[in-house]
């Protein structure tokens, strides 16, 4: 038996039908608020730290493929795993190709001199010549 959607007192002969309108508005909203939540998810594989201030660095429009940070406690880590020199140095050396690979070293502000080149001399081992230093920009 087929389903009536409207009672057979109807004498205006109106159908029932469904709004467009609201709903392509909540599907706007549904998208912006998804699109708003993978933006903020961008950085959740990095160490907090607290990078230091320069004023005359160069905004990088590439994303290095390997980053490795430094903590205030001289933690290293890559991809939130804490790591030793020589496996940066052994990592690099499996995975990069030493004339296209580029490094972001991220030290925080309060870490020691040593560790920050114990790291770079860890990468330099591994045959890798493009490291940068990340810092933020005290004007933004």
């Known amino acids: 038996m087929p389903v009536q959607l409207h009672s057979?007192?109807?004498e205006e002969g109106d159908e029932a039908r469904i709004e467009i309108i609201p709903l392509i508005d909540?599907?706007?909203?549904?998208?912006?608020?998804f699109m708003l939540v993978s933006l903020s998810m961008t950085q959740l594989h990095r160490v907090p730290?607290?990078?230091?201030?320069?004023?005359?660095?160069?905004?990088?429009?590439?994303?290095?493929?390997?980053?490795i940070a430094v903590d205030a406690n001289g933690v290293t880590t890559w991809d939130s795993k804490i790591v030793t020199l020589s496996e940066i140095t052994a990592r690099l050396k499996a995975e990069a190709k030493p004339d296209e690979t580029r490094v972001l070293i991220a030290a925080d502000a309060e870490a020691r001199?040593?560790?920050?080149?114990?790291?770079?001399n860890a990468?330099?081992?591994?045959?890798?010549?493009?490291v940068s230093f990340e810092s933020k920009n005290p004007n933004p």
């Open 8 to 10: 057979p007192s109807d």
């Open 26 to 33: 909540i599907m706007f909203f549904l998208l912006a608020a």
């Open 49 to 67: 730290i607290a990078l230091p201030d320069a004023s005359t660095g160069i905004a990088e429009s590439k994303t290095p493929p390997f980053q």
């Open 113 to 120: 001199h040593k560790q920050v080149l114990g790291v770079l």
């Open 123 to 130: 990468v330099r081992d591994a045959g890798i010549e493009k």
